[in-house]
């Protein structure tokens, strides 16, 4: 595969399914969960955490433990892990075989995909940042993600060091900062003094008025946009317009982070 190919490989490749498909590998092979976590380079917590998040999006589980036997038990696949784990192998495939036959489309701009990629992303939260890792600080439990958008505006994300682990986050990484409208809270007050750490300063471009809520978006720069859902009464008794210079206010905790 040329250098083209594999440079979409490299971001479009989906790392985090690709590690939950070979903590299962990992799992049918040992069937012991602290020998699969050591095999794929996670924690025993956060393989665990993985396990869990993969049978709670499940119809029915792809992991379960096993007591007793002469080995004392263990963990195991079900049937539909094993089969999900098959599936994957032979989707992985196509999908390289599927690489290489866009490698030899000298017309065809590969980095497109990244745009189609995030452009066919399906999530009911309103916010969708797209940014690179500048910094990451891992505490003992939680780790504090800084998220440079294009804009050059500093997104503060804190979630789990289980997380930053499974996604697999580096600096430099392109990721998706993801808020809730309604996470999104907006102050008059340019300074305003409080204790969430992300204070994003813009202009209001666009109020669309509800009976009882109201959507606001505002411009941080470069169109890096956030959308806050308040109530129609705050709009009004904050006095704001489109053209209008607010702060909109997230806590840290209210950002999640895609990759």
């Not at 995030?118 to 969708?128: E, F, K, L, V, Y």
């Not at 804009?151 to 697999?168: M, P």
Request: net charge neutral; charged share 20%; glycine share 10%.
């Amino acid at each position: 595969m040329d250098g083209i190919a594999s440079g979409v490989m490299s971001f479009d490749k989906p790392v985090l399914l690709e590690k939950r498909v070979k903590l299962l590998e990992a799992i049918a092979e040992t069937g012991s969960i602290s020998s699969a976590a050591k095999r794929v380079g996670l924690s025993y917590k956060a393989a665990w955490e993985a396990v869990d998040t993969m049978n709670n999006l499940s119809n029915h589980p792809l992991v379960v433990r096993v007591t007793g036997g002469s080995g004392g038990g263990g963990t195991t696949l079900t049937p539909l892990g094993e089969e999900v784990v098959a599936n994957y192998s032979v989707l992985k495939k196509e999908y390289e075989r599927f690489l290489n036959r866009l490698s030899t489309m000298g017309d065809f701009e590969m980095n497109s995909l990244k745009h189609i990629q995030r452009i066919a992303m399906q999530i009911s939260a309103r916010n969708q940042l797209m940014g690179k890792i500048g910094e990451i600080k891992q505490a003992k439990v939680n780790a504090e993600v800084s998220i440079v958008l294009k804009s050059g505006v500093i997104l503060i994300s804190n979630i789990t060091n289980s997380a930053v682990e499974e996604l697999g986050l580096e600096i430099g990484d392109e990721v998706v900062g993801i808020i809730k409208a309604s996470s999104v809270l907006i102050s008059n007050e340019l300074s305003v003094a409080t204790s969430a750490r992300n204070k994003l300063v813009g202009m209001v471009t666009d109020i669309k008025l509800g009976e009882v809520n109201a959507q606001v978006s505002v411009d941080i720069g470069q169109n890096d946009v956030v959308v806050s859902t308040i109530t129609a009464e705050s709009v009004r008794a904050l006095g704001l317009a489109v053209g209008s210079r607010v702060c909109a206010i997230i806590k840290s905790s209210s950002i999640l982070i895609g990759k």
